[in-house]
């Protein structure tokens, strides 16, 4: 078993859709939850963060983590076709702890 | 600009004929580490370094060497290349307060045949 599993989709939604994007992991250890973003051949950029439990909005994107179930998500606000990119998410334990990603979820917003 | 930069971008190869792929970053992070992108997998880590000389296993190192002689740079050899390292590598780097995550190169494109 993977110890973060995220559905690899491919997801396509029309413009102005509400995204949900999840991931489920097994190490309780986790306590630090990322989001990258990746557009189509370049680097994954760090798009949102959370530590421990909770909720943080930034614009459009909203995180949310629950420890209690393993499950983390990203919500994605009137979506826009800029936003078509595939969504990976990442947790540590912290410290010098490697990154462990799930496998990314390809989105595709259509105009 | 604040970046990493890995060289080259794409590169197609042959059974067995050593290669390297170079990172370098510019903003003086000590962690630095290497991944592998591949369909279903997600990224992986290779290896990864703390600091100059200080370098360990991560998760998928066979085949694979690295080395750490400079705080900036740290490459990826690959000293006998097999297609089953064909994939996408991105090189990564952060402090260690910088909890939340790396700064990624723009990946480098292998193929092995």
């Known amino acids: 078993q993977k110890e973060v599993e995220q559905d690899p989709g491919p997801l396509s939604v029309p413009e102005g859709a509400i995204v949900s994007l999840n991931c489920t992991y097994s190490?309780?250890?986790?306590?630090?939850f990322m989001w990258y973003r990746q557009y189509s051949r370049k680097g994954p950029e760090l798009l949102m963060y959370?530590?421990?439990?909770g909720n943080k909005e930034d614009g459009r994107f909203t995180a949310q983590v629950d420890k209690s179930s393993k499950y983390i998500s990203l919500f994605i606000r009137d979506s826009q076709p800029s936003d078509s990119a595939t969504y990976l998410c990442?947790?540590?334990?912290?410290?010098?702890?490697?990154?462990?990603f799930g496998q990314g979820t390809r989105l595709t917003i259509n105009p | 600009e604040a970046q990493v930069t890995q060289n080259p971008r794409y590169l197609i190869t042959v059974t067995g004929k050593k290669l390297t792929v170079t990172c370098s970053q510019n903003?003086?992070?000590?962690?630095m580490s290497w991944y592998r992108q591949d369909p279903g997998l997600g990224l992986r880590q290779i290896y990864y370094?703390?600091?100059?000389?200080?370098?360990d296993k991560g998760d998928v190192p066979e085949g694979y060497k690295v080395s750490r002689k400079e705080k900036r740079n740290f490459p990826l050899i690959l000293e006998s290349p097999s297609p089953n390292q064909t994939s996408l590598y991105f090189c990564?780097?952060?402090?260690?307060?910088?909890?939340?995550?790396?700064?990624f190169g723009s990946g480098t494109r292998l193929t092995v045949v």
């Open positions: 903003m003086n992070h000590e962690y």
């Open positions: 959370t530590y421990s439990s």
């Open positions: 990564a780097s952060r402090n260690p307060g910088q909890l939340y995550g790396y700064t």
């Open positions: 190490n309780s250890a986790f306590q630090y």
């Open positions: 990442a947790m540590s334990a912290g410290g010098a702890q490697k990154l462990v």
């Open positions: 370094s703390m600091n100059v000389e200080v370098t």
